[in-house]
């Protein structure tokens, strides 16, 4: 126990619902010692901050015996010295907490002398005059003085034995929990002062040994042109200390790598010591920081303080930490250096100091001037030079002011030299031809300069100083992609990505969000000079594009004989990859993308101010649908820029395609309207890419007040040219009007935009469908002229991409929130009118015939996948539209809308019953079609995902069109493989896994609705069908993740229907069947285990919720009354399904458990979390006395409290024993409350006992298993004592402060074998013979409180131990244990009502 008096602490009580409320009998002192081990032992962070917070506002008290203090302390401290020796970070942090509590509580306010430095004699009368806070300062000191000097002696052996940073962690606790302004401390301050001098001077000792090892030129995480130099470092230091031979420093591991008592850390010896180093400087720039910032110093006006450091040694740490900055090459170590030099920079800088203020300014200089005056070896990304600069800018505000506009100056001076060439065609030269002119081992200054500015953009602390300089940063970035050098145009990518993430934000998904938020008027008007350079830069862009057409254009060559014929040159015959160089890439401008980029995370804006009265008349006209019939490449600007005055906006260039391009004039110098026909021309490149990018850029460029118009325009355009388009045009065109419906109608469409999209862009949309789709069986389509002319499959399917996305389903967002209720019926009527007449007129024939599914070579064709997966959506889209076709007497057609009744012109008819008929559609044709065919799997995972749909949602009218008995046959088959011969029809298989996981799953769906029964489905015998699923899940066969997961969904369906198969009365059939049902149910048990993928944990809560549901179904007599009834599924299978639930509402995969969880609040309708329904389902489990014993989930769970495979002497050795193997496996799931779940699993056991008390035999197997716990007990006190002198030698310390049960293995086992013992306690008051047992718990009982070799014990094992023996003595009087106490004082259950 605590030897403090201890703040008071009211008993909580954790009793709630139907457990009586006892309380907890917990002690304040206990949850000290509690909180104490969570702070030695729990491997997270947050849980060993919460502890030390507690801890430390905890009040505690010396008690009048200050002897026991003392010693209950240097426990303690001896416990945290051990762990901040650990190699391990989160120990070594323990140890350090450890000792920064002990500091705080104990020394200074206790006035606790506690020595730390076993080697000095600390508490002798020489230092009795010492401050016992000095004291404990020194002993660390001089601990850290010893491990470096075994550091000087032997890196790789202090790197293995004398960890550094564990200490140099804890010092810097203690310094930062000084308070150097306070009496005692100022009464003392010669004896600080020297400390503080000492500690500085050790912690650049330090920095010493291990600065050779981390400035090699080795990059971190990449490997480098000199791969061995830090490798040959290390060797040659490992080779010095005669640790080992260079052959063994080669070797990544020691040959036992699975660790245990006694053995050597294993691991790669480079490695190794790189980790003590840069954990060492790491530690020590946070001791530097603190030494440097925390006391008074001489150079701070206060003469109330003494000063305890002087101006020289924070000058001298400063230059440290600069030096280490600098010459570090380690990411890891140099960044963290960063923030403590930042740290004494804000010092220094505030410091009244001049000398100070001065080395800050001189430090920028040499950031800013290093590239140029040395040669600076070859680094990633300039290491710790950018983080130097902006150590200095950001370490206070004055200084941001002061220095960071002379920074920049500096930086954009030195990147003004890119290196680019003047000629276009040689912007980007080879890089082997720029490395023949540059020496390899250094960087350009360029590069350390742009290095520089991208590291201050991308500071959140600069965001507004920053800001002026944007916009000259983006001239840098975009012109510096033309360099020659490859480095620079790799930097000036960085720093392009750097500058839209400052501009912009983060880039998001284009269909999840809107844009950015930040309109072409904004951007430009803050960085003014932007507007004109990216003009510049898409002219040069653009006339590069047009030098693929000059090439690809064939030479004419008229014959000499002068006959008037005229010749095309055939080109040589060049490879593939060539001709893509030639025509493609090398003439894409370097700065295209990032500037196409640019624009498209613009939102679009209003029209521009400069627009002028005549202009608005002439957009009226063009809303109006009145539209210049124009060439593609000058439609879409027509439609978008004003009218220019060519004598005051002066032609620029006059490129190969006779387009004007042109820079704004001072009036419309922020208008958008300059860039439009700038990315139009580039709509029409060759690369695909180009054409993908330029749509993207275009659409924000175009206000919403004319995107009606400029749609309308450009889908005229194709319309109009017809046959003399070219496929890349219109392709682009058909990618621009695609971006522009995404961004002006998809997001907070107004009721305006849409009836412009109904009343002008649907019919100049769906204008072009006998164009382009028309005719896709036949490889051509015809033009308004009745010219054919080719229509690629990538031309083809982005169309129908538009076609789909805006106008199949367009009542989803046309509709929703439309007040015009003659716009919403037109709408509907358009839609409706569009959907049949491509359904019968277009995607009938063609989805049926031969030519567009069944061509072998037709999947080879680019586009041809997407091209068939777009024709299959809008043909299911087509019937899911419930509109009938009705055909009157007379001949004519009209539409039933809902309860309207339209003619073909939209007109609303009176309804009429002189009619014909009403035409359904049946899409099994187009359907079995599909799924028959296997070169395009889209299609049919396409159509069987709507089906599937529709099953999940019970829109079970489709099927009755389709005709059930049609599809079944087609989804038996994908549950086969081709050695089955279960189905009636032998069809194959499909080839893809998931079409058959898709077919599968849409059969399990089917199955769930009962009119299926055992005779409805097409095989010829239930059990072999079931065999044959089973087999391929047995793994005797390969059965591929998604099949597999399916298939076990479809058992779970499927188990009713395998119950129905027995005559009733044949009980062998009924035992068979029950076999069958038992090895699934052990199967999907055997899924739910952690180890198992998530695939597969998923799969089974899928098939646990389906076999529920039908199991509630035909509880609840709601099958079909031609169906055959079911017999019971067995007990045992029942038992398992639950311990299946049980696992899976703990599972670690949020999605399961909450997916679980929400199916028991369905059917109790009320919202449970996770841990709420895990407790609802075990404690309502409450099986009625006249059904059978649950001998399988009794023995299930006496096998999880008993918790061991093997003997307990193994079990209990492993678990305290200090060795672990290199790479120790550990639970997979993180989220399982292992305590909790045994005090369910006891409450469980508690009622099944009370429940079946009048069975004595099923009680009496009951005690019997849980008296196993009982000599579990007995045994593992045994192995403790017996093993106290081994424990002592391998460092598990029993006399602690909370002794060996504290170990964390050891103290579970402990938890749940004391739960088993009372369970036995119980359950043997139920059985007239077993009342030896209860003798037997008070007997183990006693001697685990009163052995004094184990003392101290745990606090909860301690109190637990009391309370089992005294709940026995009691049992044992009374001959009966009361259910109220059997289940009282689990107080981690919330018992929901």
């Not at 350079?533 to 000059?550: C, H, Y």
């Not at 076999?1107 to 029942?1134: C, F, H, L, M, N």
């Amino acid at each position: 126990m605590v030897p403090f008096e201890v703040a008071a602490l009211g008993a909580p009580n954790f009793g709630r619902g139907q457990l009586p409320a006892q309380g907890s009998g917990v002690t304040a002192d206990e949850i000290v010692t509690v909180l104490t081990q969570v702070l030695i032992d729990d491997p997270f962070d947050a849980n060993r901050a919460g502890a030390f917070e507690l801890l430390t506002s905890w009040p505690l008290v010396r008690a009048e015996d200050g002897g026991a203090a003392q010693q209950w302390a240097s426990q303690l401290l001896g416990r945290a010295l051990h762990l901040i020796g650990s190699t391990r970070a989160g120990e070594s942090e323990s140890g350090a907490l450890i000792i920064r509590w002990l500091f705080r509580k104990f020394v200074v306010l206790q006035g606790v002398r506690l020595g730390i430095d076993s080697d000095d004699e600390q508490v002798d009368a020489a230092n009795m005059d010492v401050p016992c806070d000095v004291l404990f300062a020194r002993g660390l000191l001089a601990r850290i003085s010893r491990c470096r000097m075994a550091a000087e002696s032997n890196l790789l052996d202090a790197a293995q034995h004398s960890p550094l940073h564990g200490l140099l962690t804890a010092v810097q606790y203690v310094v930062a929990e000084i308070d150097f302004a306070s009496s005692e401390v100022q009464a003392h301050a010669g004896l600080w002062r020297e400390w503080l001098a000492a500690l500085a001077q050790e912690s650049i000792d330090v920095t010493r040994v291990v600065l050779s090892v981390l400035t090699s030129a080795s990059p971190e995480g990449n490997i480098p042109a000199s791969y061995r130099e830090m490798e040959d470092t290390i060797d040659g230091i490992i080779r010095a200390a005669g640790a080992i031979e260079i052959s063994d420093a080669a070797s990544d591991i020691s040959s036992d790598d699975e660790g245990g008592a006694g053995n050597e850390p294993a691991g790669p010896r480079q490695q190794v010591i790189l980790s003590y180093c840069w954990r060492a400087v790491k530690e020590v720039s946070g001791v530097l920081a603190v030494v440097a910032t925390c006391p008074p110093g001489s150079d701070q006006s206060d003469e109330s303080q003494s000063a305890l450091i002087d101006s020289e040694l924070v000058s001298r740490i400063g230059g440290l930490l600069h030096t280490l900055l600098t010459s570090i090459r380690h990411r890891g170590a140099f960044s963290a250096v960063h923030p403590a030099f930042a740290r004494v920079c804000g010092r220094m800088f505030s410091s009244a100091d001049v000398e100070l203020n001065r080395r800050v300014s001189e430090w920028l200089d040499q950031c800013v001037d290093i590239a140029t005056i040395c040669r600076v070896s070859v680094t990633r990304r300039s290491a710790g030079w950018p983080l130097c600069l902006l150590a200095t800018l950001t370490c206070d505000k004055l200084a941001t002011q002061a220095l960071l506009p002379r920074a920049m100056d500096k930086l954009f001076a030195l990147a003004s030299d890119l290196q680019t060439d003047s000629e276009a065609d040689k912007a980007v030269a080879s890089d082997s031809e720029a490395a023949s002119n540059t020496d390899d081992t250094t960087d350009l200054p360029q590069v350390h300069a742009i290095n520089m500015m991208r590291t201050l953009l991308e500071d959140h602390t600069l965001a507004s100083d920053i800001v002026p300089y944007v916009e000259h940063a983006f001239v840098v970035a975009l012109t510096g992609l033309r360099s020659r050098r490859w480095a620079i145009r790799n930097v000036c990518s960085l720093l392009f990505a750097a500058l839209a993430r400052r501009v912009f934000g983060n880039s998001r998904g284009r269909e999840e969000t809107k844009y950015d938020g930040i309109t072409g008027r904004e951007l430009f008007t803050r960085f003014p000079g932007l507007h004109p350079f990216l003009t510049r830069q898409l002219e040069d862009a653009v006339d590069r594009l047009a030098e693929i057409d000059m090439v690809q254009d064939p030479v004419e060559i008229t014959d000499d004989e002068g006959q008037g014929e005229q010749t095309t040159a055939t080109p040589p015959l060049v490879d593939p990859a060539s001709a893509v160089l030639r025509t493609g890439a090398r003439f894409i401008h370097p700065a295209l993308y990032p500037c196409l980029i640019l624009l498209a995370r613009l939102q679009p804006t209003l029209a521009d101010a400069t627009v002028t009265r005549e202009d608005s008349a002439v957009n009226a006209d063009a809303e109006a649908g009145v539209v210049a019939e124009a060439p593609h490449a000058e439609s879409a600007t027509s439609a978008v820029a004003p009218p220019m005055n060519l004598d005051r906006e002066p032609l620029t260039r006059v490129n190969e395609r006779n387009s004007t391009v042109h820079v704004t004039s001072a009036s419309t110098m922020l208008s958008m309207y300059s860039f439009t026909e700038l990315v139009e021309l580039c709509v029409d490149s060759p690369v695909f890419k180009t054409r993908e990018m330029a749509a993207r850029a275009f659409a924000p460029l175009v206000p919403s007040e004319r995107a009606a118009s400029v749609v309308t325009s450009l889908l005229k355009g194709v319309y109009d040219v017809g046959a003399t388009i070219a496929a890349n045009s219109c392709h682009g065109t058909l990618c621009q009007v695609h971006e522009l419906l995404r961004v002006h109608w998809r997001h907070d469409c107004d009721a305006g935009m849409r009836r412009a999209f109904v009343m002008h862009v649907f019919p100049a949309l769906t204008a072009l469908w006998p164009i382009l789709v028309q005719a896709v069986d036949k490889g051509v389509t015809e033009d308004k002229a009745g010219e054919h002319f080719d229509v690629t499959d990538v031309v083809r399917h982005q169309y129908l991409v538009l076609v789909n996305e805006f106008a199949a389903r367009g009542e989803a967002w046309l509709l929703p929130g439309l007040g015009d209720l003659g716009l919403a019926r037109t709408t509907r009527v358009l839609l409706t009118r569009f959907r049949l007449t491509m359904l019968y007129g277009t995607l009938h024939p063609v989805l049926t015939g031969s030519h567009v599914l069944t061509q072998p070579n037709g999947a080879q064709v680019a586009g041809a996948y997407g091209t068939v997966e777009e024709l299959v959506r809008l043909f299911l889209a087509c019937v899911d539209d419930d509109a009938l076709a009705v055909v009157r007497d007379d001949g004519s057609v009209q539409l039933r809308i809902g309860s309207d009744v339209v003619d073909e012109h939209g007109s609303r008819m009176a309804a009429d019953d002189d009619v014909s008929s009403e035409v359904l559609y049946n899409p099994w044709s187009v359907l079995g079609s599909v799924l028959a065919n296997n070169s395009f799997y889209e299609a049919k995972l396409l159509v069987l995902e709507w089906m599937l749909e529709h099953a999940s949602h019970e829109r079970m009218h489709i099927f009755e069109r389709i005709g059930i008995d049609s599809l079944l046959p087609r989804l038996i088959a994908d549950t086969q493989i081709a050695s089955d011969d279960c189905g009636d029809l032998m069809l194959q298989p499909s080839r893809d896994p998931r079409v058959r996981a898709a077919a599968i799953r849409l059969l399990a769906q089917l199955c769930t609705r009962l009119e299926i029964d055992a005779r409805t489905l097409p095989v010829r015998d239930m059990v072999t069908y079931w065999d044959a699923i089973a087999g391929q899940l047995s793994g005797s066969v390969f059965c591929p993740l998604p099949v597999a997961t399916a298939l076990v969904e479809l058992q779970a369906a499927l188990v009713h229907l395998l119950l129905q198969y027995p005559e009733s009365g044949d009980s062998a059939a009924i035992s068979d069947v029950n076999q069958r049902t038992f090895a699934w149910a052990q199967q999907i048990y055997e899924w739910t285990d952690p180890e198992r993928a998530a695939p597969y944990r998923l799969a089974v809560s899928h098939a646990l919720v389906t076999y529920s549901a039908i199991k509630r179904y035909i509880e609840a007599g709601r099958t079909s009354p031609r169906q055959r009834p079911s017999a019971p599924v067995d007990a045992p299978s029942e038992e398992i399904m639950r311990l299946c639930y049980w696992r899976l509402l703990q599972d670690d995969d949020e999605e399961i458990r909450e997916y679980m969880a929400r199916s028991i609040s369905r059917r109790l309708g009320r919202e449970l979390s996770c841990d709420q329904a895990c407790e609802k389902l075990v404690l309502d489990f409450r099986p009625s006395s006249n059904s059978g014993y649950p001998h399988t989930y009794v023995r299930n769970r006496l096998r999880y409290i008993y918790g061991v495979d093997g003997s307990v002497k193994q079990a209990v050795s492993d678990a305290i024993s200090p060795g672990c193997a290199l790479f120790a496996h550990e639970n997979p799931n993180i989220y399982i409350d292992e305590p909790r779940n045994v005090q369910l699993a006891y409450h469980s056991l508690v009622t099944i006992a009370d429940i079946y008390a009048g069975t004595e035999d099923s009680v009496r197997e009951l005690t019997l298993e849980a008296a196993r716990c009982v000599e579990a007990l007995g045994e593992a006190r045994g192995v403790l004592v017996e093993s106290r002198k081994l424990m002592l030698e391998n460092g598990v310390v029993l006399n602690g402060v909370l002794g060996v049960t504290s170990v964390s293995a050891l103290f579970s086992l402990l938890q749940s074998w004391i739960l088993g013992a009372r369970l036995t306690v119980f359950a043997a008051t139920r059985v007239g013979d077993c009342s030896h047992l209860v003798d037997r718990v008070i007997e183990v009982a006693k001697s685990w409180v009163e052995s004094e070799e184990l003392q101290p014990l745990h606090p909860w094992i301690a109190r637990a131990m009391r309370q089992l023996g005294e709940t026995a003595v009691r049992a044992k009087e009374a001959s009966s244990m009361d259910y109220d106490e059997a289940v009282s004082d689990l107080f981690l259950l919330t018992c929901v009502e």
